[in-house]
């Protein structure tokens, strides 16, 4: 299994960018996505995750009402549309995969990721 991600950089205070993660070797609509973050000197968090058909959505409290989660079934793509970005949303962003979103939500025992992302916001 891979994960690709991309989509990162430097962004102004207000500002949106789209991330994308393109997953290889499984069967994707068998597979819930995430996306998680990180920054130097805290644990990662999950930020959003999405059920295998798309119906069913998690959030994170900080990025409720910013941030979008959405997934390409025939492009084996998972995306995530961040609005209003503020200088607190700066991390690496992670894409994973797993059976069970609820997995993904804790982050328990996710064997797959993809390479991290950054995102840079300026204020």
């Known amino acids: 299994v891979q994960l690709q991600a991309s989509g990162g950089g430097l962004v102004q205070a207000g500002g949106s960018l789209r991330l994308s993660c393109a997953a290889s070797g499984l069967t994707f609509s068998d597979y819930a996505m995430g996306w998680f973050r990180q920054t130097p000197g805290k644990e990662r968090e999950s930020v959003a995750t999405?059920?295998?058909?798309?119906?069913?959505?998690y959030y994170a409290d900080p990025v409720k009402g910013r941030f979008t989660i959405s997934r390409d079934n025939a492009k084996n793509t998972v995306y995530l549309q961040m609005n209003n970005l503020k200088p607190e949303d700066t991390a690496v962003y992670y894409c994973a995969t797993d059976k069970l979103p609820s997995n993904l939500r804790i982050q328990r025992g996710i064997n797959y990721w993809g390479q991290g992302t950054l995102v840079t916001v300026s204020s």
């Open positions: 999405i059920s295998w058909g798309g119906r069913s959505t």
